[in-house]
T-cell receptor
Framework: ELKVEQNPLFLSMQEGKNYTIYCNYSTTSDRLYWYRQDPGKSLESLFVLLSNGAVKQEGRLMASLDTKARLSTLHITAAVHDLSATYFCAVSNFGNEKLTFGTGTRLTIIP | GAGVSQSPSNKVTEKGKDVELRCDPISGHTALYWYRQSLGQGLEFLIYFQGNSAPDKSGLPSDRFSAERTGGSVSTLTIQRTQQEDSAVYLC??????????FGPGTRLTVL
């Protein structure tokens, strides 16, 4: 059974600081996703990572994938308040596109 | 363009009643998914439709839950004889094959 773990679950950080959210998964997978969810809102796709060593960046967010370690990271650079949200990683198995989600990381950026 | 839409946005029902939740996917997306999100269980997969293939129902929690997708487009998730533990936000997503899933706004179901 595929399991996905994220840490930390909660993260408060000051504006301008850097931090990393970690996503570990239990079995080999062909695709890893990062989503953002604002309070009371639905999920917004941020990144799709398809291969070992993949790195994608959008603004202050950068995601990477190490398939050998079964680890993805979401790095936040020089955080700003509007990055406050809950971030989820999700993994799909080979041949089946249903997603198994991590527990989510609630990120709060403090001025 | 239009995103995934879901209706109703909120549904309050009494225990034991049946409910139907609707999802309109993005036009042209071949895959459609239902998930639910609750405080205790996080985000859980329920069911997945891909084109004309048989749906993957492996995430449905009981036989009270069913879903259909008509004409390869609109989908309805039906919960029979609702229980309080069914209270959650039900999310629908659609995608082209082998691509990121686009989520709808969800239906918040409250079972009294």
């Amino acid at each position: 059974e595929l399991k996905v773990e994220q840490n930390p679950l909660f993260l408060s950080m000051q504006e301008g600081k850097n931090y990393t959210i970690y996503c570990n998964y239990s079995t080999t997978s062909d695709r890893l996703y990062w989503y953002r969810q604002d309070p009371g809102k639905s999920l917004e796709s941020l990144f799709v990572l398809l291969s070992n060593g993949a790195v994608k960046q959008e603004g202050r967010l950068m995601a990477s994938l190490d398939t050998k370690a079964r680890l993805s990271t979401l790095h936040i650079t020089a955080a700003v308040h509007d990055l406050s949200a809950t971030y989820f990683c999700a993994v799909s198995n080979f041949g089946n596109e249903k997603l198994t989600f991590g527990t989510g990381t609630r990120l709060t950026i403090i001025p | 363009g239009a995103g995934v839409s879901q209706s109703p946005s909120n549904k309050v029902t009494e225990k034991g009643k049946d409910v139907e939740l609707r999802c309109d996917p993005i036009s042209g997306h071949t895959a459609l998914y239902w998930y639910r999100q609750s405080l205790g269980q996080g985000l859980e997969f329920l069911i997945y439709f891909q084109g004309n293939s048989a749906p993957d129902k492996s995430g449905l929690p009981s036989d009270r839950f069913s879903a259909e997708r008509t004409g390869g487009s609109v989908s309805t998730l039906t919960i029979q004889r609702t229980q309080q533990e069914d209270s959650a936000v039900y999310l629908c997503a659609s995608s082209p094959r082998l691509a990121a899933q686009y989520f709808g706004p969800g239906t918040r179901l409250t079972v009294l």
